[in-house]
């Protein structure tokens, strides 16, 4: 692996963190919950994006996208992890995009489904949790029983974002109980107006979302509305999460915690106590050098993920590793970056504070870090000479 990342993606690079330099951090504390951008702003930064070149960077060029590996994106995500202007989720400074579940549309499925949401016309939610089962295929209730041409849905999901306000969702289901996460989950789309699907109740977080609990009540839907084939769900699913894991869950808060290392340092320069600056005392000295030597083990780690991952390598496994080491990284960089700012810390006159909550919830959602530790050791355990699988 060649660790220069090259002329073209330097200028990427760059052109992204003086766009947050100049525009977005600027305007970042107008709101609490990391939506300062109004739908103004947000048409003139479109113009300046399309002026970039990075207009829905993250489709795949035969839908109309930018294309880009994933490696780009991570260049890109972990720059606008600097500023907290943008929603931590559904942001959509560069358009609107798909996800990796809705790539797997085929046929009409594309004109019904995906490009909806590309155009922005239509907008879509992943629905995957549920009470009783999150990480846990093995737990989960809601089931998709073939009827003729359709599935007949029941079931809960619990903690889905953007339930609110999607057109759609992708559901996981059971279409054959039996087998669960070895062939008998799939994914089907289902019209939030169906008949039967029922918006029971938000959630209201710390980090200032609201998913919501959606009820599935005998909901028909045509088994064409499947994406993939039937049994392929489990396996689209964790694919979406395992780009997620690299990208949002790795480089996003990359550029967080170089951020917050940042101000830190430019705040115990000038801050005296004692009559001296705070960057004069050890202690400080060893927070400051311990976020930035932690700061770049992670982000080699998040390019060297996602660089595999663009030479088709299997990065399920260093992927649990990036998202585990990344978000606990930062959240350790963050709380010393406002132990060091002080009272002054706490307050909501600085990003940090939001930070410390977003930063909090991604630990537990999309797989717990337990439970990608527990994954991870299975799987290293698997693989090592002469052993036996480990037990569940």
């Not at 170089?258 to 050890?282: C, I």
């Not at 060297?304 to 930062?330: H, L, N, P």
Request: some cysteine.
């Amino acid at each position: 692996m060649d660790f220069d990342l090259g002329p073209e993606l330097r200028m990427v690079q760059q052109t992204v963190r003086t766009f947050v330099d100049r525009e977005l951090i600027p305007v970042e504390m107008q709101s609490d919950v990391g939506d300062a951008i109004t739908p103004e702003r947000y048409a003139e930064f479109h113009r300046k994006v399309r002026e970039m070149g990075l207009w829905q960077f993250d489709v795949p060029e035969r839908f109309g996208g930018g294309g880009l590996g994933l490696l780009e994106r991570c260049i890109i995500q972990e720059e606008i992890g600097r500023t907290k202007a943008l929603p931590f989720r559904h942001n959509e400074l560069f358009g609107p995009t798909g996800g990796a579940v809705l790539y797997h549309c085929q046929g009409e499925q594309v004109e019904r489904f995906l490009l909806p949401v590309l155009r922005g016309e239509q907008k879509v939610c992943f629905a995957q949790t549920e009470p009783e089962g999150g990480a846990d295929p093995a737990g989960m209730r809601t089931t998709a029983v073939r009827d003729g041409d359709d599935y007949v849905i029941n079931g809960t999901k619990r903690f889905i974002t953007g339930a609110a306000r999607a057109h759609f969702a992708q559901v996981i289901a059971l279409t054959d109980p039996e087998k669960r996460a070895h062939g008998g989950i799939s994914c089907i789309i289902v019209p939030m107006h169906t008949p039967g699907v029922k918006l029971v109740r938000a959630d209201h977080t710390m980090m200032g979302d609201e998913p919501w609990e959606i009820h599935f009540d005998n909901v028909r839907v045509p088994v064409a509305n499947r994406i993939g084939e039937e049994g392929a769900g489990f396996r689209l699913a964790q694919e979406w999460l395992t780009v997620n894991r690299i990208k949002i869950h790795g480089a996003y808060p990359v550029g967080i915690a170089r951020r917050a290392l940042e101000m830190a340092m430019e705040y115990a320069k000038v801050r005296k106590t004692f009559g001296q600056p705070l960057s004069q005392r050890q202690v400080i000295q060893f927070m400051l050098a311990d976020s930035a030597m932690e700061i770049e083990a992670a982000r080699l780690l998040v390019l060297s993920t996602a660089w595999q991952f663009d030479q088709g390598q299997d990065v399920r496994d260093r992927s649990y590793m990036v998202k585990i080491v990344c978000t606990e990284m930062a959240s350790r960089v963050v709380d010393r970056a406002i132990q060091i700012h002080g009272g002054v810390g706490l307050t909501t006159d600085l990003p940090l504070e939001y930070w410390y909550r977003q930063l909090r919830s991604i630990r537990i959602t999309e797989g717990a870090t337990e439970v990608l530790r527990w994954r991870l050791a299975r799987s290293l355990l698997t693989a090592s000479p002469g052993s036996d699988r480990p037990a569940d």
